[in-house]
């Protein structure tokens, strides 16, 4: 217990419920904040409670320490009821520097808490996060929020004097004393986090102390200074029974894809070349040789797709993985695919652009990549996650179609869902769809571009099968038998049979739900990261009484057989976007509605409230 | 897994005939691609490998319609890529034996970074570059092994860049089999291409080719009787390096670091360079060999082991396998933090 706290004891605090709370832990790149964010997940998880997540960082690894651009933050919301969006704004920010405060406390809702590590600013941080003056000094700040200034660096010092680490590594340990404080205020259980220490700091057991002490006493403090009248109380939520973790969207595809080679009994090539925000899933597939999953880091974008196209032409599972700017790349390897006919997996986590754009933050702005940026006629098939969870889902359900179809199939993560988690209700793998994977073996009648009557999938034959010697390419080929075709007739029919076996694929899409009346004044239709902000704003609306109902579109090309038919049954229909309005004109030329967009470009999540108040607007013009 | 091929499997007796194809073949008259298609076809039966175990990979050029002609599995891929593509279908398919076919546009310049990765990694593909000094297959501009001042359609007076030496960039990559043979000189060129294929990770094959139609006798040094007779040097593993007609010999000795050409009867036997294949350093010499002030190598430059790519990586599948068993994608989703929620919570 550290003695500079103010003694408090026997002060009662009181415990107020609330349904829900946003939360932001700000600092510098340096002071942890991804963990102190992640380690409050996982204690929210365990009270109970829906939870999603955001995190925020630098592209700069290391930036200079106090800089506005090298504030790092992780933000989270967590509640007793369905919890859709990490949320707009902030019940509570922790700012553990200057720099942090001036970027974040304008999200901070009025009356909000919060909470600053006083020792941080210092003249040379202030100077670096360009206050003139100390704005802990600036009365307005206490008027506007309820501040509390804690001086979080010398409890921590306090807390760890007698132990036998610099004062470079007692300092390191204060974002645990941020979290100990803030698990008080929220009446988080600390187990998580203590057996976090326990287990990632086994073999240096003094800096296990030493996070253990500081949690500890961030923790006592909240519960002892006098500057805490209150603390709160979130119910667990009311979720669907069963076993439940933590997953992010990156490590989700991974593991799709291997419950996918599970489940096929095929190997599965994943060629990569690293970029944010995908490395992960290479690293992650990295740790799993045991599945057959086999990793390539290549020497660029192109050669990750064509290894990938290398390991499908041999009877393996080809996938490939990277953002905008390496997608684009690998163009012409993917139009390869599409002419050879044979299964790939492209993964696109999206993030801002164009060029280098903003390689951290998120964006939806690759969906016309996805379904044109190819020359000529090039038809895949594509698939967008809606939340993190659901990346596992749409990199098996991809896995699934490149191979019944033979056709590549790209699926549209984002930086949001890439590095965002929300609590994951785990399936059973075996309730999975099959993977039926027949690698033909047949000499009879045997022709390289024999198509299955159903999906229109030419027979996938691994090299070694002694009789079915034959030669594919990229050179347009003559239907059924494959051999090098210039015929103008048949160039024109197999332009249209690729597009018809992409346009097959929509026998595999389930009926689309709807969120909401049947028929109504306004659809929300969305796609991809954006589903928990549109659901949200969706429910606000109809909890105010309103007509609205939502979709969230997973498959992009071919698009749900009955979304046409759903369109006409509102009389408006909104298509909020990051980006500046691809899904919606792809609406309006594929169905000839009045669809309009609501978007904007920030590299950030779009937010429930703005959607909400879109859609109020579309409401009122329509009359 | 055997890293070159399927050689555990009893081939048949083949012939020439069972590698080819019943595909027209498509190059003009004259063109050095037939003369180099029929070395392959003859070499093959010789390599006792079921034909469905090979697979020719190619890019695109006039070199790269190569596959169609093979009675093989085959695939005509994109510009530059296919050692990439090869890479991916080796780590997929360690059984199959795979050859690459390229031209000096497509393996050295769209695909130079390719062609560098796939010999550093010394992925076990066998790789035949078709050097005709011009882009065939696009009607006739320079690549990037024409000589400088080339004057082709896109250079009309003269190329401005200095010319790769393929067998120098494949030795500077750390190619672990590096070697050189003439369409012209059949017998020559299907001895290399056995050694070649035989070679365990990433063997270089350029094939002098002649483009009759764009950039005729390029290497009419290699074709013509009385300058072959003057310049070429057959290199022989253990043997010196002595060319030139029979009753005039020459030698390249070693001037300190500097190669020299002498005549053999000036100079001791013990002074003359005896050819080892597996001396790099030595084969980074020979490399820059070239008429006229030096004799022209052809053979095998180089031939060393070293460790290979997806033999790495799939003994790395094998341990995991064998020191934790198979994956089990039900483990996995279960392990590690996770919490239930019960009935009614
Ligand atoms: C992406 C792309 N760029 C350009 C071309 C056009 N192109 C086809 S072959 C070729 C050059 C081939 O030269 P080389 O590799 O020397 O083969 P050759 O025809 O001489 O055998 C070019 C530029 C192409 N097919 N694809
Ligand atoms: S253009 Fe040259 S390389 Fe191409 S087929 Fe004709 S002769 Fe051969
Ligand atoms: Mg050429």
Redesign the interface.
Known sequence: MSETATPATGVSKSLKELDRAVIRFAGDSGDGMQLTGEQFTTESAWAGNDIATLPNFPAEIRAPAGTLFGVSSFQLQFGSQRVYTPGDRLDCLVAMNPAALKVHVGDLKTGGLLIVNTQAFDKRNLDKAGYAANPLDDPTLAERYRLHKVDMTALTHEAIKDLALNAKEKDRTKNFFALGLVSWIYTRPLEPTLEWIRKKFGKTPSIAEANTRVLKAGHAFGETAEIFGEHYAVEPAEMAPGLYRAMTGNRALAWGLLAAAQRSKVPLVYGAYPITPASDILHELALHKRFRVRTIQAEDEIAAVTSAIGASFGGAIGVTGSSGPGVALKGEGIGLAVMAELPLVIFDIQRGGPSTGLPTKTEQADLMQALYGRNSESPVVVLAPATPGDCFYIAYEAVRIAAKYMVPVIVLSDGFLANGSEPWLIPDPATLPPIEIGFRTEKDGFFPYLRDPATLARPWVRPGTPGLEHRIGGIEKQDVTGNISYDPENHDHMVRTRAEKVRRVAQEIPPTSINGPATGDVLVVGWGGTYGAITAAVERTRAEGKSVASIHLRHMNPLPPDLGHILREYRRVLVPEINSGQLVRVLRAEYLVDAVGFNRVRGLPLASEEIHEAINQLLGSQA | MSPSG?DAKEAPKYTKKDFE?D?DVRWCPGCGDYAILSAVQKAMPDLGI????I???SG?GCSSRF??Y?????????HG?AP??????????P??KVFVVTGDGDGLSIGG??M??VLRRNVNVTILLFNNRIYGLTKGQYSPTSELGKVTKSTPMGSADRPVNPLAFALGCGATFVARAVDRNIQHMEETLKRAARHHGAAFLEILQNCNVYNDLAWNVMYDKEQKVQYELRLQHGKPLLFGPADDRSAVIMDGVVPKVVKAKDVPESALWTHDERNVNAAKLLADLFAPDFPVPIGVLEDIEAPIYENV??D??QR??SE???????K???S??????????
């Not at chain 2, 079921?50 to 175990?53: L, M, S, V």
């Not at chain 2, 093979?70 to 994109?78: A, K, L, P, S, V």
């Not at chain 2, 990439?84 to 398919?93: P, Y």
């Open positions: 399927a194809s595909q079921p034909k469905e175990d697979v020719f990979i695109i596959p169609y093979m009675n093989t599995y085959g695939f005509h891929t994109i890529r990439a593509l090869a890479t991916g279908l080796r780590l997929a398919r059984d199959l970074n390719h560098l990765h990586l799939l790395q599948e995991a396998l934790r068993g198979p994956g089990d994608i039900a996995l989703l279960t590690g933090d996770t919490w239930r929620i019960s009935e009614g919570a």
